[in-house]
């Protein structure tokens, strides 16, 4: 018999809130997190806008990062952290009434966030501070476990690949409990003109908010946003025996390499459809069960269209009555804990019955019409999710996310 696979916390650090009730509350709501850039001086940038985590969080992490811990991390690894802690929160768990050879912490990590922007760094944390292992560890470290703790990095699909190896050791039965997610910023000088030389980030400065543009005529890159998002995996039977609270179903996963180019997805979005297709098999489910998807929909010429086209490819006419919407718009692109924030997105989309809007969708681009929840929320039923995650290098990603039985 198959393992079922249940969510039982999350925990989430973002430019919308610190917390999931203010987080959600400003999703619905339609609001930007995205500003000019405080960080650093950025007016020498082609780009000055991003999605930043506000400054109240490094007073409110005081409170659940010990302070000669927090010394040694990253303000992203903190981040990250205190994400993991209100997950476990959330899901009840006492990891001294666990066996804790099987919990394990499995974190999607582009980079540490160790960069010029990085206050207080020495010759005696600059170590610590940059190794990419080191959010798995800390969360290992705070609950003294025992299980495989390590890191993923397939760049902006990386947390969810994070949390797919966490279903499957669930499904192996290598893990009764995976702590997953992961966190990220790469708002710093260096990589916001590296990317900027690329031609993919969007120079929309003024007014910021207006800049993240998913599937519009008018987008011109995406927006750089930050933040961390953890969600608690276990197996249902393991769940269920202690009582934990049940968010939702992972009833499944797929992922692929594109083997084409190292920044542009395969012509057509053949590589992202493939991956759905996938995704759909491995969780069970027929097609016409897929209620909704939340997009990877990152304002870019490339990505919207083709992902545009994969989900036309996979579902034949059926896709114009899915809904397809980019948390993006909101919240800017997490990188490497996008896929985790954005899985945290759906899930609560599926317990609330209620999609998250595409903002600023204002010009509409005639090649893309598909429906994507423009501006405003929408209430509607929904069982089924898929949450997509492409990354530069050809890492694909789609999670499916099923409503449990009486939520």
Request: with cysteine; glycine share 8%.
């Amino acid at each position: 018999m198959a393992v079922k696979v249940v969510i039982s916390g999350m925990g989430i650090v973002s430019s919308l809130g610190y917390d999931l009730e203010t987080f959600w509350k400003n999703l619905i709501e339609g609001k930007s997190g995205v500003k000019k850039i405080t960080l650093f001086d950025a007016s020498a940038c082609a780009t000055q806008i991003a999605a930043e985590v506000c400054k109240e969080f490094e007073e409110y992490s005081k409170s659940l990062v010990k302070k000669r811990a927090a010394g040694q991390m990253t303000r992203v690894t903190r981040m990250c952290l205190v994400a993991a802690k209100q997950a476990v929160t959330l899901s009840a768990l006492d990891f001294e009434k666990e066996n804790k050879s099987r919990c394990a912490v499995i974190m999607g990590v582009v980079n540490t966030g160790n960069s010029s922007v990085e206050k207080d760094t020495s010759l005696q944390n600059t170590v610590f501070k940059s190794m990419t292992n080191s959010m798995p560890a800390w969360i290992s470290l705070e609950y003294q476990l025992l299980g495989p703790s390590f890191a993923i990095n397939t760049a902006c699909a990386s947390s969810a690949y994070a949390i797919a190896m966490g279903m499957q050791m669930i499904r192996n039965n290598m893990a009764d409990i995976v702590i997953t997610g992961g966190s990220d910023s790469i708002i710093n000088p260096e990589e916001i003109n590296g990317f900027n030389a690329l031609y993919a980030l969007s120079v929309a400065n003024d007014p910021p908010e207006a800049a993240s543009r998913p599937f519009t005529s008018k987008r011109d890159g995406f927006v750089i946003g930050e933040g961390a998002g953890v969600l608690i995996l276990e197996s249902e039977e393991h769940a269920l025996k202690r009582g934990a609270p049940i968010h939702c179903e992972l009833a499944g996963y797929a992922l692929t390499s594109e083997g084409y180019n190292i920044m542009a997805p395969m012509r057509d979005g053949e590589g992202m459809a493939a991956t759905m297709e996938k995704a759909i098999t491995d969780s069970g489910i027929d097609k016409s069960e897929v209620d909704y998807i939340n997009a990877h929909g990152t304002s870019t010429e490339l990505n919207d269209r083709y992902e545009t086209m994969a989900v036309k490819k996979v579902f034949g006419e059926r896709a114009y009555r899915i809904p397809v919407s980019s948390s993006k718009s909101m919240i800017g692109h997490t990188i490497g804990a996008a896929g985790a924030i954005e899985s945290i997105i759906t899930v609560l989309s599926l317990k609330n019955n209620m999609l998250t809007p595409t903002i600023n969708y204002t010009d509409p681009d005639p090649e893309l019409d598909l429906d994507y929840v423009p501006n405003v929320c929408r209430q509607k039923e929904i069982h089924v999710a898929l949450s997509n995650s492409f990354g530069f290098g050809g890492h694909n990603a789609t999670l499916v996310f099923k409503k449990y039985p009486g939520i």
